[in-house]
């Protein structure tokens, strides 16, 4: 069972057995994702999944919010405790240690990815023992979003994932100002792209793109058009928080350019479907099409579900991505599909 905390203001097509998306296989297959994680919770809230070798943040921020959208509320609720017992700092930042954010350097680099998921977990959850310290740390990104650390210690970078990711958690929470700061630095992106027939540039310094870095970094900095396996989630992420945003009065006009990245997103090399980010484009795509009824976007989630559906095992698990604990997220975007797919 999903949860969805929103509300989709259009009419929902009567499902049946011909027109639900590969006839309920993602719900199902999500479900036993589900099952799989929970059965490795204990009653303190330790997640002891064979592929978790150590005490690490990366395999726990996003349990909360997985497990709570998926009905898992005990399990959710004793993995949030665990993560404010072992990883929550005075501040409110959350860290494996005082050395070390979390086991992949993915997480250095976007320092607020899991503190934004946890954040978001606790909202849901409505854990305001969790959430306030959260946010109050949250709040000094919130004026020029810093992908890799807070403004103090002099942190300028910042990329589109980064302010859609802090607009979406504003919408959480009614700040529509940090929204609208978010959906400004994502327009004032798209408007600097130099050639898109090329890439798409999605980080930034001081205001103005990074176009120069060297080649084995490329995919840091640019999401290539024609090349495979490129961050395609930069470019459907900020779709879905523009999308997300456009439903409010008064943001209305953000859904044109939320529409015309994915129809960028469309024409990239196919391994937009089946690559590691295939299951955030699932996920962010699915929001599009169900909020704007576009095609393209309906399109490019449907394609990815028999991706999906592909790499569960047997027992339910999933073999972990290339991001150590990105892999809980499956369950998810399946399910997030299913459910969007007849919207």
């Not at 409010?248 to 994915?262: D, N, R, T, V, W």
């Not at 960028?264 to 909020?291: H, M, Q, R």
Request: proline share 4%; aromatic share 12%; hydrophobic share 40%.
């Amino acid at each position: 069972m999903l949860i969805i905390f929103g509300i989709i203001t259009f009419n929902v097509a009567v499902l049946t057995a011909e027109s639900r998306l590969l006839d309920g296989k993602l719900d199902a297959a999500s479900n036993r994702g589900l099952d799989y994680i929970a059965q490795y919770i204990d009653d303190h809230g330790k997640f002891s999944a064979p592929y978790v070798i150590e005490k690490d943040l990366c395999h726990y921020y996003m349990l909360p919010w997985i497990l709570f959208s998926g009905g898992k509320l005990r399990e959710a609720d004793l993995v949030l405790d665990f993560i404010k017992i072992n990883f929550m700092q005075p501040d409110g930042d959350f860290r494996t240690s005082q050395a070390i954010k979390a086991c992949h350097p993915f997480y250095s680099h976007h320092y607020t990815y899991a503190n934004i998921f946890i954040a978001r977990g606790a909202i849901i959850m409505e854990r305001y023992d969790v959430l306030a310290p959260a946010l109050k740390y949250l709040q000094q990104y919130n004026k020029k979003f810093p992908t890799e650390g807070p403004p103090s210690d002099g942190h300028t970078i910042t990329s589109m994932d980064a302010a859609s990711r802090y607009g979406i958690l504003a919408l959480h929470t009614g700040g529509m100002k940090t929204a609208k700061r978010a959906a400004k630095l994502i327009m004032r992106f798209i408007e600097l792209q130099p050639n898109t027939d090329d890439g798409f540039y999605y980080q930034m310094n001081n205001n103005q793109l990074i176009t120069e870095f060297s080649a084995n970094e490329s995919f840091r900095f640019v999401v290539s058009r024609t090349a495979p396996y490129q961050a395609f989630m930069v470019i459907s992420d900020s779709a879905e928080f523009l999308a997300k945003l456009s439903i409010h009065k008064g943001f209305e006009s953000y859904m044109k350019p939320a529409k015309e990245l994915i129809s960028w997103l469309s024409t990239c090399d196919d391994s937009l479907y089946s690559t590691f980010g295939a299951v955030k484009v699932g996920i962010a795509t699915s929001w599009v099409g169900a909020l704007s009824g576009d095609s393209d976007a309906k399109d490019i989630a449907a394609r990815i579900a028999p991706y999906l559906l592909s790499l569960q095992n047997d027992d339910g698990s999933f073999s972990d991505a290339i991001i150590p604990g990105s892999s809980s997220e499956y369950p998810y975007s399946m399910q997030i599909i299913d459910a969007l797919a007849s919207v």
